[in-house]
């Protein structure tokens, strides 16, 4: 079972990839552990580039679901938003 995550611009250029392939996640928690994991390991860039983001699954931001116990199936994109602000 593969889920696509979409990452910010920030997180993409860490990693040098927009967009990821997961396997084996069955929730959104598990999403983001993995998607953790593709970051260098002691670097602590993952945790502070997604401190500004939401996560959103299919285009719905997963607080209006069941947050990080949201389950994820075959084919799914999950999305780190950068939160924004405007006026």
Not at 50 to 74: C, E, F, H, Q, W
């Amino acid at each position: 079972m593969a889920v696509r995550v979409q990452l910010t611009y920030d997180m993409g250029k860490e990693l040098g990839e927009s967009l990821i392939e997961i396997e084996g996640a069955r929730f959104v928690k598990d999403v983001v552990r993995l998607t953790r994991e593709r970051f260098a390991s002691g670097s602590g860039s993952f945790d502070t580039l997604s401190r500004v983001t939401a996560i959103a699954l299919n285009g719905v931001l997963i607080n209006y679901r069941k947050g990080m116990k949201t389950p994820v199936a075959d084919g799914d994109t999950v999305a780190f938003v950068k939160a924004a602000a405007g006026g």
